[in-house]
């Protein structure tokens, strides 16, 4: 796995402070992840390796308060970790890391559920679950397929399937209703044409040149001609959705949100479920933080848009054949950040290896 660079995901250099004050971060930030209320430093002085009393503990972290990675809500309260701190933890946590274990079990379920689309919202259950957070999956953009080839078939007079096989073996189909009557016959020499012009490029690129060669040739001469680019036209706009984007777990974050005292506000909650309904604003925020393959975490006030700055985003893009998709989870800023780093990491490499190679028997649209 490629660890993706930078502030917002992958591990970075260690702070330059003390050691020991890393060590005592690193504990608070653990025991806040785990119980949700704010750290004392009598507790820290007791459970701290380092031998030091809870003097010295609120000394130490009146220092790391200075370097804003702890914060008090109130004189009488302990400490809690700030975004600065979960970044900390975050980058120790990738930086220490090992690859996901033997990967077949996740890989042999997998092929056993079906589509491609059925693969990954399969995942995005399974991620939801594991890190009980929202779990989603983005499947490769259709977009940048490559075309092996496409073939019409007759249903009847007015009806044609079209099915598209991309390069990296996925199938994708939808059905036409035609405006003048096409015999079989003409519809295989259409798919000939198309096949023998296009095959390699991609969706995009065919698109492009169907619609230029359109607008060049106005009035064709050749009617097989024209009606070859003209069911590319109408094929290609039902064939080149954006990926589809799988989302599930709402449920699973308010009740999180509850037990664990994560402290997510009503109007947060609700920034989340619009996203989960408004999915292409998931894909917009994805573009913006993909800038590497691998595994990415964007923690709070790291995100650009401030409605989401409550939450955390920990997402791995995986390679369906010579296209991109991503999975992941989000959930709040005092997330379980190294069960759903590990989650994510296996379920990006284990979705891989079954689209590379085929998401089994019945392959479904991407």
Do not use: C
């Amino acid at each position: 796995m490629t660890w993706s660079a930078g502030t917002r995901g992958g591990s970075s250099p260690a702070p330059e402070f003390p050691e020991r004050l890393q060590r005592l971060l690193a504990l608070l930030v653990r025991a806040y992840i785990q119980r949700g209320e704010p750290v004392s430093s009598l507790w820290l002085a007791r459970e701290s390796p380092l031998g030091v009393s809870s003097a010295t503990v609120r000394n130490m972290l009146g220092q790391l308060e200075t370097l804003g990675y702890v914060q008090q809500p109130h004189s009488s309260a302990g400490r809690v970790p700030t975004d600065q701190a979960y970044r900390f933890h975050v980058d120790m946590l990738l930086h220490t890391r090992r690859p996901p274990r033997d990967l077949s079990e996740a890989e042999a379920r997998l092929r056993r559920v079906g589509s491609v689309d059925d693969v990954l919202s399969e995942v995005s259950h399974e991620l939801s679950r594991a890190a009980h957070s929202v779990g989603f999956a983005v499947s490769p953009d259709s977009e940048a397929a490559r075309l092996r080839r496409i073939e019409f078939v007759a249903l009847d007079a007015a009806r044609v399937l079209v099915i598209l096989v991309a390069a990296d073996g996925q199938v994708t189909h939808t059905l036409l209703e035609l405006d003048e009557e096409t015999s079989p016959a003409e519809l295989t020499q259409a798919a000939n044409y198309l096949n023998q012009e296009f095959a390699g490029r991609t969706l995009i690129e065919m698109r492009v040149a169907v619609l230029e060669r359109l607008a060049r040739e106005r009035v064709l001469y050749d009617r097989l001609l024209a009606r070859a680019l003209r069911l590319a036209q109408s094929s290609l706009a039902d064939l080149s959705p954006p990926g589809a984007v799988f989302i599930h777990g709402a449920s699973s974050l308010i009740d999180e949100s509850l037990a664990q005292g994560s402290r997510l506000t009503l109007e947060a909650l609700r920034t989340l479920i619009a996203m989960m309904e408004e999915k292409h604003r998931l894909v917009r925020i994805l573009d913006e933080y993909i800038d590497a393959p691998g595994l990415t975490v964007v923690i709070g006030t790291e995100h650009t848009d401030p409605t989401l700055q409550r939450f955390s985003l920990v997402f791995s893009t995986f390679m369906g054949g010579d296209r991109n998709g991503a999975v992941g989870v989000i959930g709040p800023t005092r997330m379980r950040y190294s069960r759903a780093i590990a989650a994510v990491d296996r379920a990006s490499q284990a979705v891989s290896r079954v689209l590379v190679t085929g998401a089994g028997p019945n392959q479904g649209a991407a």
